[in-house]
């Protein structure tokens, strides 16, 4: 009996290691619904697919969540590749971008084989643990993924020069093991791409037309675009963060999507509040007067476990601890600066408790002014009760944990996306009905957490 338990615990684990390791299947695409109709994207859409016929992306399909009101989806092709016979070796970070459509270039190969020339086919593998050293030229024996084949664009000899490493793409992937349409930079007025969970938080927060939102922790702007666009750019949404760099993209991105209702500062919001406003009246800038915005979004820093695809964990405890009192300090302002009767939503792009479940159980004991809330739409997992969490109370919490259906998950990354919704015969799926299949649908993505609260007093 224990030998049938560990084994099966040996193949959950297997199954949990191969899942992380896998780039969602879905290309989620937020259409800007400030100024497009999902019928107009879609056609938009099509047509940039259709300019892209060297990539072999005929097949794939556009599709509409049965929920979500403002996203189209394009599944991923899955291919069967056989690894070519030259290795090259890029670090995790570079392999997980080839896994999801990028190619590889010169800065992020660590080692090739000597004898490669410009013109050779090539398999690129992802060194785990990133411990191959730069220019290697023996065959790597360290821990590695099979990402895909691609075209060598220069030598090996070229590649590691005294001068250092050239600029641009060394390889070009002809033979990705997910095929993925190509939206960087195209569609620029009226698509985002963006994780499901994401934009589902910006749902749980239910923005209304003349709303004063503040997203703190703001860039790169995801969250921030699509509040503007579900307020049909009319109202105000404050955008901080800290790294004046970072808001040059929430900048970017906000013009690009023509909203201009997002205002934009780079500030610190761990020093948020202001008992002594410092701006005129009629304006709004940090730091802020104590209760000021009917909204606020905190999407903190987080660890990122459950990132995909992500094929190693490299974090001490003690980094991985520092988190949670980084998210407080950070949560105590906005308790501040939410107006009675506000809405508060917390999230996080991570699996960790203490970040999530431990954090929400912390805020209900310090502040009896908040209550969580009913989520909609709530297509996540519920919480987990936890130290000073009833279950009742983490019932009202949404979690995305691909690891939970992890061998579903992994039958989708073989059958492909499309076939799960369509072939009624598959023996994985036929008994799941169509809200389950919605359900693993919104699994297959990254590790994400939302919470919700609302403000039932001043205190």
């Not at 990028?102 to 992802?126: M, R, T, W």
């Not at 730069?134 to 821990?143: H, L, N, R």
């Not at 009896?368 to 009760?385: A, V």
Request: proline share 5%.
């Amino acid at each position: 009996c224990c030998g049938h338990e560990q084994s099966l615990l040996q193949l959950e684990i297997a199954n949990l290691k191969k899942i992380l390791t896998c780039p969602p299947l879905l290309t989620i695409l937020r259409v800007n619904t400030a100024y497009f109709s999902l019928d107009q994207a879609e056609k938009m859409i099509a047509d940039i697919m259709e300019k892209q016929g060297n990539r072999n992306i005929s097949s794939l399909q556009i599709m509409r969540h049965p929920i979500i009101p403002d996203i189209l989806m394009v599944p991923a092709q899955i291919n069967s590749v056989t690894a070519a016979t030259k290795e090259v070796i890029v670090g995790s970070q570079c392999g997980m971008a080839v896994l999801r459509g990028a190619n590889v270039f010169a800065v992020g190969i660590k080692g090739a084989d000597p004898s490669i020339q410009e013109g050779d086919l090539v398999a690129v593998y992802a060194d785990i643990n990133d411990i191959c050293l730069d220019g290697a030229t023996v065959k790597f024996t360290g821990e590695k993924l099979f990402v895909g084949n691609g075209i060598a664009k220069i030598s090996r000899k070229e590649l590691f020069t005294s001068n250092g490493k050239p600029r641009g793409i060394a390889i070009e992937i002809l033979e990705p093991i997910y095929l993925f349409p190509a939206f960087n930079g195209i569609g620029e007025e009226f698509i985002f791409l963006q994780n499901l969970p994401s934009i589902i938080a910006g749902h749980v927060l239910d923005p209304h037309e003349g709303d004063t939102i503040l997203d703190m922790c703001s860039a790169p702007g995801g969250k921030a675009t699509h509040i503007a666009a579900l307020m049909k750019n009319k109202g105000t949404v404050i955008a901080t963060d800290k790294s004046k760099v970072k808001i040059q993209k929430i900048k970017y991105n906000a013009d690009r999507l023509k909203l201009s209702c997002i205002k934009i500062f780079a500030f610190d919001s761990t020093k948020a509040v202001s008992d002594i406003s410092q701006c005129p009246e009629e304006l709004l800038c940090p730091p802020f007067a104590r209760e000021s915005f009917d909204r606020i979004l905190l999407d903190p820093p987080c660890s990122g476990i459950g990132q995909r695809p992500c094929v190693a964990i490299k974090m001490s405890s003690k980094e991985l601890k520092s988190y949670s009192c980084y998210q407080r300090k950070l949560f105590t302002q906005a308790v501040s600066l939410l107006k009675v009767g506000g809405t508060l939503v917390y999230c996080t792009c991570t699996l960790s408790l203490s970040e999530n479940e431990g954090n929400v159980a912390w805020a209900l004991s310090n502040y009896p002014e908040l209550e969580l809330c009913n989520q909609n739409p709530h297509l996540g997992g519920n919480g987990i009760q936890v130290d000073g969490l009833s279950k009742e109370q983490a019932n009202f919490l949404q979690r995305f944990d691909p690891t939970n259906s992890a061998q579903l998950l992994l039958h989708c990354h073989q059958q492909g996306i499309s076939n799960f919704f369509t072939d009624s015969n598959d023996k994985h799926t036929k008994d799941i009905d169509e809200m389950e299949k919605i359900q693993l649908l919104a699994s297959d993505t990254i590790g994400f957490f939302i919470a919700k609260f609302r403000k039932i007093c001043s205190c």
